[in-house]
């Protein structure tokens, strides 16, 4: 019992985590919230169904497709919504984002109706024997799933040029721009990979939850952005942990009999969190020059 | 002192030069104000209980002023003060709770009926007044209690702290009286036996009040120091403004404001649902005051009319209108941040003034600003 | 205010070097005073034991090389940064602790290297902002419209202008601050101190952008402050002829130390001075 509500903990906490890296990457760049963030997750999990449950299709293209749409939106949204307005006031920006978050989700309101769709399970493999234990396979793929991505995230920004460009640019667009790095380019690259983790984080949402709705990407984005600012927003470990801390956080909650007070918990962790270090775990402070 | 010699001689072409302008009295500009507002209230009251507007319209009519008072309100903390609240519905809800609680439970305990409050005896309407306040305080309070943290964040933490305090205030209003043993709220069931006491005159009034209100405080020591907080912080703090008190007397005059549209809204509708004061409320707010124009009480007024009236007009599109409100928002950041008025706000006394001096749009100003070009031309000279 | 009242005033450190202080200003408690005064960022050190004590009616100047910290010790002496060692004293009060605004209503004010209007209010406007700590009216006053407000505003808006007038300002008073030529902008960062009726105003590079004439024209204005509102003048500046001509005491930073202070024939003259700014092949 308490291994699978580890387990729980941990596959929510993952999925959580995937979600949380797409805002800390994006925040980290341009200091954008990206409100419709988690409004990806929704078209991921569309598509998903579009193409399982409407066209018959293998679930591996599923896979393949809702990662391939979440990124293609994911870029799509900066060039058309956000690049416009790269100078324009934080106030106006974080309007935008807002803008298209509700865009999307009455978008898929009017396309698909209000109410949700089941996604068809992806694979017929319920639970897996590891160590005596039987475990749901959905839980350990999510977590191995996860554990990859982190890693191979953290080598792209570490090791490669596409890496050391986004840390240019976060560090400072305009000196970075002057060292001849395309600045939009790189601003897309990582709008790419963050939604392209949305997508997985859609991917591995519809396989535990079965389920697509219009604004399934509200609150579970809104939760990831709080574990994103949990665990410091820019840092990628941080995300992490902020999204592991929430997932047990719920998952808690949930055990001790008071799932209707879920949301509420981590509301509060986030405000409490934001009052004592309002940098997160693993943030860096930034202040303005005088 | 003793000699005034300017660092740059500007030629000494100033507004005085055209004479000086007929200004009207302050006492005149007011009373002028209060008799339009007046005529307004009494000529809608007209047409109302004269059948020219009917139930359903006037209802509309009762929700156009709730919003107003809700994108005016928004406005303080948006506009004014330049942070993004995201939880307006959070306060509107608390507001809406607690006014209807406390006329529910006064009525009862004064024995005032249902009918009363259609009907509008005195004591009644003190109820409604007491309850009214008594909202905006429970709205107030909840705006301290996330305002003095949140304060201390910036821009988009200020915006996600906000969130997830709505959030909470609407978990809580949802289950504390399954959790507590209260009868408090109704639970998801909604709180029923709310007397209908919204009236066209009632929340009209209070629009009227309410924007008084907030004239005033913008234009006075208090409302400049929530302006030069948003124009520039750093230097507001080393001009001596007290930076966290005014961010939190902006925040919580919001919070008043929203708190009393709320129980106005309950007035209105008659049951209250927390699912209703979701982020979908606030961000409904929120389009009306960016639309309007940030820092414009007109333009929130206006854009918060069209919003309202718009939907109800076109109610055969209601599919399209969330879309519409979306692809409208961010045309609108795009090409025009500021808002469809910018920062413009209406004074009749202003209009009447340039009416006095027949100073009209279309004549040459022969205006301070002016002077601006000439005196670069001088600095370049030197 | 009365909090501050209540508190003995420190006593002060000895002066390291008393008679830089004008003679017409000995006897009184030094306006502002430093000591020891040092800031660590990330372990590197961007200014250490400065030290400086301010007669009530100087006028001193701050020169040194690009990022020797001179804004830093700006910074130091509003609070805006906390300082990682010494201490600062407003009229003998120690502002540790203290925000900005209250070391503002200690008597501290400043400018700006780089212009911080209010860009989108009015230059009456940012005035008034300047005196809001003088206005008295509580907010109910202001929102009702109670006969207090109207005085109140009656009396600053006359004093806005009076003020408006130092720097013949007040044929922009209705004009959007941001929408002033630049010139007239760095005036009126200066106004806009002088109305929170300060003991010591902190000028940020008040000369920058101005020519010759203009910076000329500065130098007056900042005398006919002094000598107008007896209050003491700290600057930074760029402009040499600006600092020789109009300060009493100059001091010298580099590498966030003070390396030479004096009277501005004593700085001029001083090798290590020259040596900072030219190198060491300027002493030869």
């Known amino acids: 019992m308490f291994i699978t509500q580890v387990l729980n903990g941990l596959q929510l906490g993952s999925i959580y985590a995937l979600v949380a890296l797409g805002y800390t990457m994006v925040y980290g ?163 790419a990979v963050g939604s392209a983790l949305a997508g997985i984080g859609a991917v591995l949402y519809a396989m535990a939850y079965t389920q697509a709705n219009p604004t399934m990407g509200m609150m579970l984005g809104t939760k990831a952005f709080v574990a994103a600012v949990l665990g410091g927003i820019g840092s990628i470990p941080g995300a992490v942990v902020g999204g592991l801390l929430v997932g047990f956080a719920e998952v808690f909650v949930n055990a001790i009999g008071l799932s209707v007070w879920k949301d509420a918990v981590v509301f509060l962790l986030l405000i409490i969190v934001l009052v004592v270090r309002p940098t997160g775990i693993f943030g860096r402070t930034m202040s303005e020059k005088v | ?283 409904e707010i929120l389009v009306m005051v960016v639309l309007g124009g940030m820092g414009s009480m007109l333009g929130s007024a206006i854009s918060a009319t069209v919003l309202t009236i718009l939907p109800e007009a076109l109610r055969a599109f209601s599919e399209y209108r969330m879309i519409a409100y979306a692809v409208v928002l961010i045309i609108v950041m795009i090409f025009r941040p500021q808002g469809l008025l910018g920062s413009y706000d209406f004074s009749l006394s202003r209009i009447i003034e340039r009416v006095m001096n027949r100073d009209f749009p279309w004549r040459k100003r022969n205006d301070a600003p002016a002077d601006t070009a000439e005196e670069k031309e001088v600095s370049a000279d030197v | 205010m009365s909090n501050e009242k209540k508190k003995h005033r420190s006593v002060l450190v000895q002066v390291e070097t008393p008679n830089l202080i004008p003679e017409r200003d000995l006897g009184t408690i030094p306006v502002l005073q430093a000591e020891h005064l040092g800031i660590d960022f990330g372990g590197l050190t961007a200014v250490d034991d400065f030290n400086i004590a301010m007669g009530r009616t100087e006028i001193s100047g701050l020169i040194g090389p690009n990022g020797a910290g ?82 109140q505003e009656a009396e600053f808006h006359d004093r806005a202008l009076e003020l408006l007038d130092i720097f013949d300002m007040r044929k922009y008073a209705d004009t959007q601050a941001g929408n002033l030529p630049y010139g007239a902008q760095r005036r009126l960062e200066i106004l806009r101190a002088l109305a929170t009726s ?31 509102f007896q209050i003491a003048i700290l600057l930074i500046e760029h402009d040499m002829s600006l600092v020789m001509g109009v300060c009493e005491v100059v001091g010298v930073l580099d590498y966030g130390k003070i390396i030479a202070k004096g009277t501005p024939e004593q700085i001029q003259n001083d090798p290590r001075v020259i040596e900072a700014y030219l190198g060491k092949q300027g002493v030869k």
Not at chain 2, 257 to 262: I, L, M, N, S
């Open chain 3, 70 to 151: 001179k804004t830093t010790i700006f910074n130091l002496l509003t609070s805006v940064y906390k300082p990682t060692r010494g201490t600062v004293l407003v009229d003998g009060y120690d502002t540790a602790g203290k925000s900005v605004a209250e070391v503002n209503r200690m008597g501290v004010a400043r400018t700006f290297q780089n212009i911080r209007l209010f860009s989108k209010m009015t230059v009456e406007q940012n005035v008034l902002v300047g005196f809001g700590n003088t206005m008295k009216t509580h907010l109910v006053t202001d929102m009702l419209r109670l006969p207090g407000h109207w005085r």
């Open chain 3, 198 to 228: 300060p003991k010591v105003l902190l000028l940020d590079e008040p000369a920058a952008g101005m020519n010759p004439a203009e910076t000329e024209e500065l130098m007056e204005n900042i005398q006919k402050i002094r000598d107008e």
């Open chain 2, 1 to 283: 002192m003793s000699e005034k010699r300017p660092i740059i001689s500007t030629g000494g072409r100033g507004p005085a030069a055209g004479g000086a302008r007929r200004t009207l009295p302050m006492p005149a500009r007011y009373a002028i104000n209060a008799i339009v507002v007046l005529v307004l209230l009494v000529l809608g009251e007209l047409m109302i209980s004269g059948g020219a507007i009917n139930r359903y319209q006037s209802t509309v009519l009762e929700q156009v002023g709730i919003y107003i008072i809700l994108a005016v309100s928004l406005n303080i903390a948006t506009g004014y003060l330049g942070q993004l609240p995201l939880g307006h519905a959070g306060f509107m809800s608390m507001g809406a709770y607690g006014c209807s609680i406390f006329i529910i439970r006064m009525s009862e305990f004064l024995g005032v009926g249902a009918r009363d409050f259609v009907t509008g005896t005195p004591m009644a309407f003190l109820i409604v007044i007491g309850g009214l306040i008594v909202g905006g305080l429970c709205a107030a309070i909840a705006g301290i209690i996330i305002g003095i943290p949140a304060l201390r964040l910036k821009g988009d933490y200020l915006a996600i702290i906000t969130l997830a305090f709505a959030e909470i205030i609407r978990v809580v209003m949802l289950n504390i009286d399954d959790v507590l043993g209260f009868e408090l709220t109704g639970g998801a069931a909604g709180l029923t036996g709310i007397p209908g006491f919204s009236s066209f005159l009632l929340v009209f009034g209070c629009v009227a009040v309410v924007c008084f209100l907030i004239h005033t405080m913008m234009k006075s020591r208090h409302g400049r120091a929530i302006l030069a907080i948003r124009d520039n912080e750093i230097a507001a703090e080393a001009t001596g403004v007290n930076t966290t008190y005014y961010k939190t007397l902006a925040f919580v005059v919001s919070a008043f404001f929203a708190g009393v549209a709320g129980g106005l809204y309950a007035g209105c509708v008659g049951v209250l649902q927390p699912a209703v004061f979701g982020f979908m409320k606030s961000i």
């Open chain 1, 29 to 191: 760049i341009i200091l954008l919230l990206n409100f419709a963030h988690g409004d990806i997750i929704m078209v991921g999990a569309y598509v998903s169904w579009l193409v399982m449950a409407q066209l018959g299709l293998p679930p591996v293209l599923a896979i393949v497709l809702s990662v391939a749409a979440c990124t293609l939106v994911g870029v799509l949204i900066d060039k058309v919504a956000y690049a416009p307005l790269r100078n324009a006031p934080r106030l106006s920006i974080l309007i935008t984002a807002i803008g298209v978050s509700y865009f999307l989700e009455n978008g898929a309101q009017l396309v698909f109706g209000a109410d949700a769709k089941v996604v068809p399970a992806y694979t017929d493999l319920t639970t897996v024997q590891v160590a005596g234990l039987t475990l749901s396979f959905p839980s350990v793929l999510t977590v191995l799933v996860t554990i990859a991505a982190t890693v191979a995230l953290t080598l792209v920004v570490q090791k490669t040029k596409l890496g050391k460009a986004m840390r240019a640019v976060s560090e400072d667009m305009g000196a970075a721009r002057l060292m001849g790095i395309n600045v939009n380019s790189t601003i897309s690259f990582t709008f």
